[in-house]
DNA sequence: ATAGACGTGCTGTTATTCGGTACATCTGTA
DNA sequence: TACAGATGTACCGAATAACAGCACGTCTAT
């Protein structure tokens, strides 16, 4: 769910060539832009599978024809060959619905997103911003991955090297991810909030506590408590539909930060989230 | 995320048909089942489109094609469609990877889910053994609808309609799924606790505790939070990857209700939408 | 400077896809 | 019951559309 009702979700990216063949003779346009060729049958059959994938109930063959203004014998022979490749099941009632394989890809594509690339800008503002220790992380079990880092330009630094990783009951960026998730990991992690400097939070109430409050601000924060007098502030990657994926953080020592320097590097960093996350809504 | 990490998710799927021209040719199989002609373009533009989806950086065209046994110029001009249809770009390093609309065709998928006849056979399992009346919930901004019921079978009945809809934060239904996203509902609701009955929840301190305690124990209890003396037990449905989208609950007046009754209901409910979680896992 | 690998454009040939037709089945109506 | 229309599926010859091979410009690394 996420927010967003599962029914009926308006598309943000248009249908671009949903005729295929009009374009194929006329090249009356004003600008002689190459006609780029496409392959029709995949054209069509992908238009298909996009057809389907919004239907609620299954849907006919020559119901499906009509619509795409395809022949009735070439839209079977393409929902045969999306059904013995695995896209579309036709139910007892001769109606074809596409299946979780095609969620599967799509899931896919944000599993092997390239977060380090489309998060580079925004995470480069934030060490221009704030010259301290910049980490994108990814969730790993209970714990958060640091898959790309920009060190501190600071005398003082943090020193968990890109690629590694630290539990996420601790760190500002495990905990963003821990808070956008905590019904489901909440029971895993109860047994396992090991204390790395008196600060850590070691509690199972202290932790919900905190969750709460990180859920209602809309970023974590981290006073210490994984090395000692080292703070950090995280927030959150989300997905169009809401799910977190993965966050970014600032990471600095206390000394670094004059009063009031912790809010608006706070402010930062959930603006480069949201940032992120603006972007990876286009593309 | 949702417990799984983002990356390097084994496909539960096959892949059917790895090698299209395979069949063209050999029919010496023991048994003489169809052929089964695939559209040999549909089928490799599909398998471009699944192989980039798990590409974490972009992958080339001459890499691609040695990959899936293709010539150089025929996966070139799938790429070449694929990318105009939208479903895959190129960066400026001539690497191809596919975009977030193949993500959001197969969210569609989800979006479009024909749950109740998927839930179908659970729900009758739970009318079977409760008798009381069964619902299947999906969320819609701060309230849940009911988009399948069975009637209970008790002379006394509750009387939300199919179709109807109910507050997230009072009915079983609702606050399972709201305790599956409580991190983002949380600030919204805050301001929209309208009080029912003299049981239900209107402060958020105790929403938040019932949140916690309905996220440790998988399920969602109401006790008459809603409609005065009607109980009702809930959980949540989740797709593979944990995403909460829909979730089963049982509605009965307490008097129906013997001593131990309650917790053999829950149980039920649990293993019903568990059921339904696990047949979204195939198909 | 050179050799290999890469992405891209072109072209003729062939294999592939296409459209028309046919038929069995089903549904609702007269 | 008979009929009319719509449906899903099978088949087949024709021609179109997709293919393989080659050529070219570019880039990288040796």
Same mark, same amino acid.
């Given at each position: 769910m996420r927010g967003a009702p599962p029914f009926a979700r308006p598309s943000p990216v248009p249908d671009v060539?949903?005729?295929?063949?009009?374009?194929?003779?006329?090249?009356?346009?004003t600008k002689i832009e190459?006609?780029?060729?496409?392959?029709s049958t995949l054209s069509k059959g992908l238009q298909i599978l996009e057809t389907l994938s919004k239907a609620e109930n299954g849907r006919g063959v020559s119901d499906l024809s009509r619509e795409l203004g395809l022949t009735k014998s070439n839209t079977f022979r393409l929902l045969q060959t999306l059904t013995t490749l695995g896209y579309v099941r036709n139910s007892k009632t001769k109606l074809y619905s596409a299946t979780m394989k095609v969620w599967q890809v799509g899931q896919a594509v944000v599993d092997h997103l390239n977060l380090t690339e489309i998060a580079a800008p925004q995470l480069k503002m934030l060490s221009k911003e704030t010259g301290e220790a910049i980490y994108l992380a990814v969730p790993d079990g209970l714990s958060v991955i640091y898959i790309e880092k920009v060190e501190s330009t600071q005398p003082i630094r943090s020193f968990t090297p890109k690629g590694g990783s630290a539990p996420m009951h601790c760190v500002a960026t495990g905990k963003a991810l821990l808070a956008a998730n905590y019904d489901l990991l909440r029971e895993q992690i109860r047994d396992h909030?090991?204390?790395?400097?008196?600060? $850590?939070?070691?509690?199972l109430k202290r932790l919900d506590a905190d969750m709460a409050a990180t859920q209602a601000r809309g970023y974590a924060i981290d $006073?210490?408590?994984?090395?000692?007098r080292i703070l950090s502030f995280g927030a959150a990657i989300r997905l169009p539909?809401?799910?977190?994926i993965a966050s970014i953080g600032v990471s600095a020592p206390?000394?670094?930060?004059?009063?009031g320097r912790d809010q608006e590097i706070c402010d930062l960093v959930m603006q480069a989230a949201e940032g992120v996350s603006e972007t990876l809504k286009s593309v």
């Open positions: 060539c949903k005729k295929a063949e009009a374009l194929s003779e006329l090249e009356a346009t190459r006609p780029v060729k496409v392959d909030l090991v204390k790395y400097t008196e600060k $850590t939070i070691t509690t $006073t210490g408590e994984y090395r000692h539909n809401g799910d977190a206390d000394v670094n930060l004059a009063a």
